[in-house]
C-alpha cells in the first residue's frame, strides 16, 4: 500500500496541476494559508487506492495459498472506507469541476452518511460464522464486548434500531472528525498512520489469542481480527505512502476524497474489533479536534465571543505564532502518546484477563 500511494500520488500531482484545478483556499483563514491557493488535491485516490490494491493482493494470495482469503469484516469496512471515499470524492469533484466552492450540500453529505451507516450498521449484525460470531455486535465496546450495555435489551427490533442510530452516530462523528483534523500540512496523514499502525498491532493480537484457534482466558471473541490486521496495515501503508508527498510544504492535499474516507476505515475497525470505547483513547487527537469545534460553536452563541483564536484548536496555535510545521509534529507527538496509552490498555487488560498480571 505504502509503494502504490507513494507512486501514484506524483501522477495526481501531475495531473491536476497540468490541468489547472486546485484547491480553495477559506478566507476567514490563517494568512499564511493563501499560498496554498492552487495546490492539487484528492490526493486521497492514492490513499484508497492503496488500501484496495494492498488488501485486494493479500485477499487473493490467501485464497491462492488455502491460508486466508476474504472476510465479511474485512469487506464490509472496505466497502464502508469506499464508500464515504465516494461521498468525498463527490464534494471534491463538484469543487474543482464544477465550480461551486462548497461542493456538496450539508444535506447531501449526512444523507449520504446516513445511507452508509445504516447499510453497514444493518450487514455488520449478519454472516455468522461458525462460532455463531457476526463482524459486529449490539452490545458496546471498550476491549472487548460489554455485558452490561447492549443495544438489543429492550428487544430486537427496537434493539436493531438503536444500534443503527449509534452507527450512524459514530460513523458520521469519525469521518467528520478526521475531514476537521485535516487542515494542515501532513497532519491527517500523519495521525492516522499512527492510529492504523496502533490497530495492526492490536487486530494482530487478536488474531493470535483468538477464541476460535486458542479457546483459554484472555481470548478474543471478534470475527475476523487478521483481515482486520491487513486493513489495519493497509491503511499504515497508503497514509505513510501519501504523507512523503503531503508532508509541509504539501505538494497535494488528500481532500474530502482522503479525509472522508480514512474516518470510514477508523470507524469500521473500530467497530469490528470491539474496541469503540477504547478507539476515543487511540484517535485521541481526532476527538479534541472535534470537541474544540464544538466549544467553539457553543462559547460564540452563548456569549457573542470566541473561546479559542481559531477552530479547529490547530489553527488556535498558528493564529498564536507557532508555525505550521511545530502545529503538526506537536500534534504528531500528542497523537503517538494517546495511542501508545490505548495500546498499553489494550495489554493491560490482557494480561489481568490471562491471569499474567495479577499481583504484578
Known amino acids: 500500500s505504502f509503494l502504490v500511494a507513494i507512486f501514484t500520488t506524483p501522477v495526481l500531482i501531475r495531473y491536476f496541476s497540468d490541468s489547472g484545478r486546485g484547491q480553495e ?31 485486494l493482493v493479500v485477499g487473493f494470495y490467501g485464497m491462492l495459498t488455502g491460508h486466508g482469503g476474504f472476510t465479511a469484516s474485512g469487506l464490509l469496512v472496505l466497502g464502508l472506507t469506499l464508500g464515504l471515499g ?41 454472516f455468522p460464522n461458525d462460532a455463531g460470531l457476526t463482524p459486529g455486535s449490539t452490545k458496546l465496546s471498550f476491549i472487548r464486548d ?13 434493539g436493531t434500531i438503536v444500534f443503527l442510530i449509534f452507527m450512524y452516530f459514530l460513523i458520521a462523528a469519525w469521518s467528520n472528525a478526521v475531514n476537521l483534523t485535516d487542515g494542515l500540512d501532513g497532519l491527517a496523514a500523519g495521525v492516522t498512520a499512527i492510529v492504523m499502525g496502533s490497530y495492526s498491532l492490536m487486530t494482530f493480537w487478536q488474531f493470535r489469542y483468538s477464541c476460535a484457534t486458542n479457546f483459554a482466558a484472555g481470548c478474543y471473541q471478534v470475527r475476523d481480527p487478521l483481515d482486520l490486521a491487513v486493513l489495519a496495515a493497509a491503511g499504515l501503508g497508503a497514509c505513510l505512502g501519501f504523507l512523503w508527498w503531503n508532508a509541509a510544504p504539501a505538494k497535494i492535499f488528500m481532500g474530502d476524497t482522503g479525509s472522508l474516507a480514512l474516518g470510514g476505515l477508523v470507524a469500521g475497525i473500530s467497530v469490528t474489533s470491539r474496541t469503540e470505547l477504547l478507539m476515543v483513547i487511540i484517535g485521541a487527537l481526532f476527538v479534541i479536534e472535534t470537541v474544540s469545534v464544538v466549544i467553539q460553536i ?24 507557532w508555525a505550521e510545521t511545530a502545529v503538526v509534529v506537536r500534534f504528531w507527538l500528542l497523537a503517538a502518546m494517546a495511542a501508545m496509552a490505548g495500546v498499553a490498555i489494550f495489554y493491560g487488560e490482557w494480561l489481568t484477563s490471562t491471569g499474567i498480571g495479577v499481583g504484578a
Do not use: C, W
Not at 457553543?298 to 505564532?321: D, L, Q
Open 25 to 55: 483556499i477559506r478566507e476567514d483563514g490563517p494568512k499564511s494559508h493563501l499560498r496554498k491557493r492552487g495546490t492539487p488535491t484528492m490526493g486521497g485516490l492514492a490513499i484508497l487506492a492503496g488500501i484496495l490494491v494492498a488488501y
Open 86 to 126: 465516494a461521498v468525498g470524492f463527490a464534494d471534491d469533484f463538484i469543487k474543482l469541476f464544477r465550480k461551486r466552492n462548497l461542493g456538496l450540500n450539508k444535506t447531501a453529505k449526512l444523507v449520504s452518511q446516513l445511507v452508509l451507516a445504516l447499510l453497514f450498521g444493518f450487514l455488520v449484525l449478519r
Open 146 to 158: 460489554l455485558k452490561t450495555f447492549d443495544f438489543a435489551v429492550g428487544g430486537a427490533v427496537i
Open 298 to 321: 457553543v462559547v460564540f452563541h452563548s456569549t457573542g465571543k470566541r473561546f479559542f483564536r481559531m477552530a479547529p484548536i490547530h489553527h488556535h496555535f498558528e493564529n498564536g505564532g
